[in-house]
């Protein structure tokens, strides 16, 4: 990504990067973070990390519970793993503890409690000065009572920092999950996955490449709409991250790329180029 001339034309300095919570004890997958820290670092790219559930742990819909590294890590096992991550990259400073730990593909779907527990470990012994996103959350039903959940929970009631992934409100070109979350969690939300959509098999939303230049043109105008905070809001919307550059892989069920499975851009590429520079301005 980083030495591709389309990247480069975007002229961005923050990106995201999903990592398994253990990545640390797998030599093979921590070099391919290793080799992306390297790269990200030479380019002066500020990364955001999130931790997410181990590979290979979301089968055809599910949730592999029943295998023994997919179960949901202790605190003690989980704050033993991300600390050993960032000694390893001191100079990563943005964390998310947990990615859509809202959705049924995480074994925190239903354990909100637990997704609390490890943003405040993250917080209290891990690293104090970082900034951490305390819930990373899908725009689905259950996200404001998830949210809701994870407030309760002794000492969140400080976690002042968000983060959404708002697929559906973007390609329905609705506000209904983006203004839930900002009703329920206060400080700043940041929009750390999302985009136009442009292959979804199995879904009802029908994407393709036309509805996916809409979804972006509309997330942007989402973004600038509630980038202040409005009336019986909490929050407002600070950061947009789309998912992702790309290029896709041939044969997806599920491609929000910017980029063709060749490389070549999609339409939605040129919208977002146009909609980041003006953002920029």
């Keep these: ?62 949730y592999a519970k029943r295998k023994k590294l997919c179960k949901l890590p202790t605190v003690k096992q989980y704050t033993k793993a991300v600390k050993a991550f960032h000694r390893t990259f001191p100079f990563v400073k943005e964390y998310a503890a947990w990615n859509e730990a809202n959705h049924v593909s995480q074994p925190t779907y239903k354990n909100p409690k637990r997704a609390a527990q490890y943003y405040l470990a993250f917080k209290k012994k891990v690293c104090k000065k970082c900034k951490v996103i305390a819930g990373d959350l899908l725009d689905s039903s259950n996200l404001r009572a998830y949210a809701l959940k994870m407030r309760k929970v002794k000492g969140m009631k400080r976690a002042k920092l968000w983060g959404l992934h708002n697929y559906t409100d973007s390609n329905r070109r609705r506000s209904r999950g983006t203004s839930a979350m900002l009703r329920t969690v206060p400080g700043e939300v940041w929009v750390t996955e999302t985009g136009g959509i442009s292959i979804f098999t199995g879904s009802n939303l029908r994407p393709n490449a036309q509805t996916a230049v809409k979804a972006m043109k509309y997330l942007f105008s989402l973004a600038k709409k509630f980038g202040k905070k409005r009336r019986g809001m909490k929050s407002k919307i600070t950061r947009l991250y789309p998912y992702d550059f790309g290029p896709s892989a041939p044969n997806m069920r599920f491609d929000a790329s910017l980029l063709n499975p060749d490389g070549t851009p999609r339409p939605v590429f040129l919208a977002f180029a146009a909609l980041a520079s003006k953002a920029k301005k």
């Design 1 to 62: 990504m980083f030495d591709s001339p389309l990247w480069q034309a975007l002229k961005l300095k923050k990106v995201r990067y999903l990592v398994p919570w253990n990545v640390v004890s797998t030599p093979d997958q921590m070099a391919e973070v290793v080799g992306f820290m390297t790269k990200a670092r030479s380019v002066n790219q500020q990364v955001l990390v999130t931790f997410t559930a181990t590979r290979g742990c979301f089968i055809n819909g599910k």
